[in-house]
C-alpha cells in the first residue's frame, strides 16, 4: 500500500507539472510560487489544528536553510516547466538523486575516506557520469536558444533539490513532524514569490489561467504528505526508486496534452537519467543503510 501512496504522490506532482504549463501563460514563476506556497500555508495550518501538531519549533534556522534551498528549487523549476517541455523539465528536477551522489563521490575524494576507498566509489561514479550523460543527451534536441535559461533552471532546480532533501533528512532527526516542516517551507515560498512579485511586477488575473492556481497549491501539498506517508513505511529504497514514476507520467502528459515531439535520443536520455538515479539510490542504500527519505 505504501508503494501505491508514492506513485500517487508522483503523478499528483506531474498533474501539478500541467497546471503550472497552463499558469505560466500568464503568470510569471514568483506569482506561482506565491500563490503554491498560500494555499499550502492556510491548508497546513487547519491540517496541524485538527491534528494537534504545534507549529512552534527549536530549531528556527534549520527551517530556514531549507526553505532558502527549497524555494530557489521550487522557482528554478516552475520556470523550468514554463519553457522546457513537461517531462524534460520533470526529469531535470528529478536528477537530485544523481546530485547527492555526487555530493558523495566530492566528499569521499576530499575526505579520502579511509573506510570506504575511493576504488570501491566507482560504481557510484559510473552512475553519476551516466546521469549527466542522460542530461546531455535529453536536452541536445530540446536545446535552443529560446530555452537555454529554462534547461539551465532545470538544472539548477534538480542542484537545489538535493540541497533540500538533505536539509528534510537533518530536520526529521531533530525530530521536527513533516506537517510542520512543509508549512515553514510553504511560508518561504510566500516570502520569496511576494518579493520576486515586487521586482519583476504582478499580472493581472486572466481566465481561465487564473482557475489553476488553486490546484497547483493542493496538488503540491497533498503529493508531498502522499510521499511522507509512503517513506513512513520504512521500506525506503523502494519507495524512493518509485519516486521516478512520475517523469514517466510527464511523458505522456507531454505526449497526450501538449503534443511534444522529443526525439528518440531525448526519450533515451530520460531513461538513463532514469536508470542512474535508482542505481544510485540503491548504492547510496547499501552504503548507508539508515540513510533518510528524499521527500519531493
Not at 41 to 49: C, D, E, N, Q, Y
Not at 78 to 97: D, E, H, Q, R, V
Not at 169 to 186: D, I, K, M, N, W
Not at 199 to 226: D, E, K, R, Y
Amino acid at each position: 500500500m505504501q508503494a501505491l501512496w508514492m506513485v500517487l504522490g508522483a503523478f499528483l506532482f506531474a498533474t501539478m507539472g500541467v497546471c503550472i504549463k497552463y499558469a505560466s501563460d500568464d503568470f510569471n514563476s514568483f506569482e506561482i510560487v506565491f500563490y503554491r506556497g498560500l494555499v499550502g500555508v492556510i491548508f497546513l495550518i487547519g491540517l496541524t489544528r485538527a491534528r494537534g501538531v504545534s507549529l512552534r519549533t527549536t530549531v528556527p534556522m534549520m527551517h530556514l536553510w531549507r526553505s532558502v534551498v527549497g524555494v530557489t528549487a521550487l522557482s528554478s523549476w516552475f520556470y523550468s516547466i514554463g519553457k522546457l517541455p513537461l517531462a524534460t523539465a520533470m526529469t531535470l528536477n528529478y536528477m537530485s538523486s544523481v546530485w547527492i551522489a555526487a555530493f558523495l563521490l566530492g566528499g569521499a575524494v576530499i575526505l579520502q575516506n579511509r573506510q570506504t576507498p575511493i576504488r570501491q566509489q566507482a560504481p557510484l561514479f559510473v552512475a553519476v557520469i551516466s546521469g549527466f550523460i542522460g542530461v546531455a543527451l535529453m536536452l541536445r534536441p530540446s536545446f535552443t536558444p529560446d530555452q537555454m535559461a529554462g534547461a539551465l533552471a532545470g538544472l539548477v532546480s534538480g542542484i537545489f533539490s538535493a540541497f533540500a532533501y538533505l536539509q528534510v533528512a537533518a530536520l526529521s532527526r531533530a525530530g521536527e513532524p513533516e506537517s510542520r516542516t512543509v508549512f515553514y517551507f510553504s511560508c518561504g515560498a510566500v516570502l520569496v514569490g511576494a518579493l520576486g512579485m515586487g521586482v519583476v511586477g504582478v499580472n493581472a488575473w486572466q481566465w481561465p489561467s487564473a482557475a489553476w492556481l488553486f490546484p497547483i497549491g493542493m496538488m503540491a501539498v497533498l503529493g508531498q504528505l502522499c510521499m511522507t506517508r509512503a517513506y513512513a513505511s520504512g521500506h525506503t529504497l523502494v519507495v524512493a526508486n518509485l519516486q521516478y514514476s512520475g517523469i514517466v507520467f510527464a511523458g505522456i502528459y507531454s505526449l497526450t496534452i501538449f503534443g511534444d515531439q522529443l526525439p528518440f535520443i531525448g526519450w533515451a536520455g530520460m531513461g538513463l537519467i532514469i536508470v542512474s538515479g535508482i542505481t544510485a539510490t540503491i548504492l547510496r542504500e547499501r552504503a548507508v543503510p539508515n540513510a533518510p527519505a528524499e521527500v519531493h
